[in-house]
C-alpha cells in the first residue's frame, strides 16, 4: 500500500527565503507525482507534474526533482513572497495494476513572515 | 477555457439525509475523479469514472456512489448522511491517467 509523508508539516520563514518541501513515497513503482497548492477552504491548484522518467520539473520560480529508486521528491521555491503562503500537498500515482488513484501525503503548511 | 467546475459551493444537510455533488470536467477531459478531504488531512481518494463506468474505487462504503453522463460530467450521492461525512469534496477532472485538475470544491456540514 502506497503512503506519502511530507516534512514538514508546517513551515514559517520570512519572505525572500528559498525554501525547500519534503515529500516521500513507500513504493517506488508510480506513475507520476504531482504537486498542489491549497489556499484554505479552496481547492487544489496543480504546480507541476513529474512523469517518472523524469528528473525535475520547473515552472517560474518553482522547480521540483523526483528520486524514484529513494521514494522522495522536494519542491523547490525561490525568493519566496507573500502570496506564497498555503498548503503545499504532494501526490502519487502508483503504477501497476488497474490503478489510477492518486495518494496524497497530508501537506506542508507554509506561512510567510513579513 | 472553463476549468472544472462543481455544485453547490457549500450544503448543509441532517444525519440520515441524502445528498447529490455534482462536476463538470475540464473540457476535453474523459476521466473524473472524487475525493474526499477532512480538516487537516490530503485528500482521500473515493472513485473514478471513465466512459460512464466506474473504473477505480477506494475504501469507502455503499453509502458513496456515482454516475458518469455522456458529456463526461458527474454526479456523488451520499446516503444515510453520518456526522463524519462532514468535509471538502473534490473532484478532478483528467485525460486517462494523465494530470488531474481540481475544481474547487464543495464543503458539505452533517448536522
Known amino acids: 500500500k502506497q503512503e506519502v509523508t511530507q516534512i514538514p508539516a508546517a513551515l514559517s520563514v520570512p519572505e525572500g527565503e528559498n525554501l525547500v518541501l519534503n515529500c516521500s513515497f513507500t513504493?517506488?513503482?508510480?506513475?507520476?507525482l504531482q504537486w498542489f497548492r491549497q489556499d484554505p477552504g479552496k481547492g487544489l491548484t496543480s504546480l507541476l507534474l513529474?512523469?517518472?522518467?523524469?528528473r525535475e520539473q520547473t515552472s517560474g520560480r518553482l522547480n521540483a526533482s523526483l528520486d524514484k529508486s529513494s521514494g522522495r521528491s522536494t519542491l523547490y521555491i525561490a525568493a519566496s513572497q507573500p502570496g506564497d503562503s498555503a498548503t503545499y500537498l504532494c501526490?502519487?500515482?502508483?503504477?501497476?495494476?488497474?490503478?489510477?488513484?492518486?495518494?496524497f501525503g497530508k501537506g506542508t503548511l507554509l506561512t510567510m513572515n513579513p | 477555457d472553463a476549468g472544472v467546475t462543481q455544485s453547490p459551493t457549500h450544503l448543509i444537510k441532517t444525519r440520515g439525509q441524502q445528498v447529490t455533488l455534482r462536476c463538470s470536467p475540464k473540457?476535453?477531459?474523459?476521466?473524473v475523479s472524487w475525493y474526499q478531504q477532512a480538516l487537516g488531512q490530503g485528500p482521500q481518494f473515493i472513485f473514478q469514472y471513465y466512459e460512464e463506468e466506474e473504473r477505480q474505487r477506494g475504501n469507502f462504503p455503499d453509502r458513496f456512489s456515482g454516475h458518469q453522463f455522456p458529456n463526461y460530467s458527474s454526479e456523488l450521492n451520499v446516503n444515510a448522511l453520518l456526522l463524519g461525512d462532514s468535509a471538502l469534496y473534490l473532484c478532478?477532472?483528467?485525460?486517462?491517467?494523465?494530470?488531474?485538475?481540481f475544481g474547487p470544491g464543495t464543503r458539505l456540514t452533517v448536522t
Open positions: 478532478a477532472s483528467s485525460l486517462v491517467v494523465g494530470e488531474q485538475y
Open positions: 513529474i512523469q517518472s522518467s523524469q
Open positions: 501526490a502519487v500515482i502508483s503504477s501497476g495494476g488497474s490503478n489510477y488513484k492518486l495518494t
Open positions: 513504493d517506488s513503482a508510480i506513475y507520476n
Open positions: 473540457s476535453g477531459h474523459d476521466t
